[in-house]
């Protein structure tokens, strides 16, 4: 059970940064991810043949699917703990909760005058749904290890 609320608190955590992040203008998140994006410059167009601002763009949108990753991680953590608490397989729970979280934070979006797009919640799921299968797919592997280590014992 600890393993199910640690997870669940990493998700909650993910959730509150993520729609955190879009209660804010359109100047402070611009001034927030402007660092950033100067930070990545020389590593990712260290011959600045991408234009400045579509450069920016670009890492605003790497930044969604990253923190949408991340939750999809935590989120296949719950609800593989979860499942295995309740004996069940749960899939269909984390899917529905991912999106339901991307739409929430366009919808967020819309009132803080930054605007919401369809291609962002777009983006988000993407992040989401690969972070849902990366940490699924470790789960798996760890689970298949562990049971080829007890039977070879």
């Not at 803080?112 to 989401?128: C, E, M, P």
Request: aromatic share 12%; charged share 20%.
């Amino acid at each position: 059970m600890r393993k199910v609320i640690a997870f669940a608190l990493m998700a909650l955590l993910m959730i509150c940064f993520i729609w955190g992040n879009s209660l804010k203008t359109v100047e402070q998140s611009a001034d927030q991810s402007a660092p950033v994006a100067e930070s990545l410059r020389p590593v990712l167009d260290p011959q600045e043949k991408i234009e400045k601002p579509v450069f920016h763009d670009f890492v605003r949108k790497l930044a969604h699917v990253v923190e949408f990753f991340a939750l999809g991680v935590f989120v296949a953590g719950f609800a593989v703990s979860l499942g295995a608490y309740l004996k069940k397989t749960l899939v269909s729970m984390p899917i529905l909760l991912v999106l339901s979280v991307a739409v929430i934070d366009e919808y967020i979006q819309h009132f803080t005058k930054r605007g919401s797009l369809v291609t962002d919640v777009v983006l988000d799921f993407a992040g989401a749904l690969a972070g849902l299968g990366c940490a699924w797919l470790l789960f798996w592997l760890w689970r298949y290890i562990k049971m080829r280590k007890e039977h070879a014992v």
